[in-house]
């Protein structure tokens, strides 16, 4: 009996990446985390009136600590202006753009007068929510000035996870997959988690106290992650 052919499934490979989509995607992603997280800085903030945790100036001291703070961690800018001073104009920036006229009410349309009823009933919220933006604008302000503090760290720990690779190479060292893999991991890890923590955390805080300890972790991650690499390409 002649057996019957069976059709050949053709596989599929690995879908490729363009190189315009991954930015696109990365914008769209990081203003998609910074809408929600100033969403949930408000809701935070009114959770936190409610039950009396602090009062209605909150957001605002927030942010007056966190301009201190850059101040006094960062002294030195190449735009000829203080970090501080950046700081304030960037809130100032936001501040302006999401600030809605109060003559919209006198116009002559209904949709304008509406509009402006609905935006007197929410103005608390609406207010809060301006102060919960430009808190998340300084610090993102205060991530970006300590981006460079990352990558000297990267280059150093880089540098010197590969000098111990090459002794342990010539030494005849074991090689540690597992060690490598999870190393790794945590490189990617700290610089994720790092933002959202910094960025969600409700009450003031020093910068430092957050990237201090991730930049050792990241450190070590990245140490680790070159020093483990494998003998043999």
């Not at 300590?146 to 150093?156: E, G, L, N, Q």
Request: glycine fraction near 6%; hydrophobic fraction near 50%; charge should be positive.
């Amino acid at each position: 009996m002649s057996s019957k052919s069976k059709p050949k499934v053709e596989q599929k490979g690995p879908s490729k990446v363009s190189p315009i989509t991954v930015p696109i995607r990365l914008v769209f992603k990081v203003s998609l985390y910074l809408l929600i997280s100033v969403i949930f800085s408000t809701v935070i903030d009114f959770v936190g009136m409610y039950l009396d945790w602090w009062g209605k100036d909150h957001q605002l001291n927030v942010l007056a600590d966190d301009i201190v703070y850059l101040g006094n961690n960062f002294t030195v800018s190449i735009f000829g202006q203080s970090p501080a001073e950046l700081a304030i104009a960037i809130s100032q920036v936001i501040k302006d753009y999401m600030t809605i006229s109060k003559d919209i009410g006198n116009q002559n349309l209904f949709f304008f007068r509406l509009l402006a009823d609905v935006l007197r009933f929410i103005e608390p919220v609406y207010q809060s929510l301006i102060l919960s933006a430009m808190v998340i604008g300084v610090r993102c302000f205060i991530i970006c000035m300590s981006v460079s503090f990352f990558f000297v760290i990267a280059i150093v720990a880089a540098v010197d996870g590969l000098v111990e690779r090459e002794l342990r190479k010539e030494g005849g060292g074991i090689e540690q997959s597992k060690l490598y893999h999870h190393a790794k991991a945590w490189v990617g890890r700290v610089l994720v988690v790092t933002p959202i923590l910094y960025l969600s955390y409700p009450e003031t805080i020093n910068p430092a106290i957050v990237i201090l300890p991730s930049a050792l972790l990241f450190g070590l991650a990245t140490y680790v992650t070159f020093s483990t690499y494998k003998k043999h390409l």
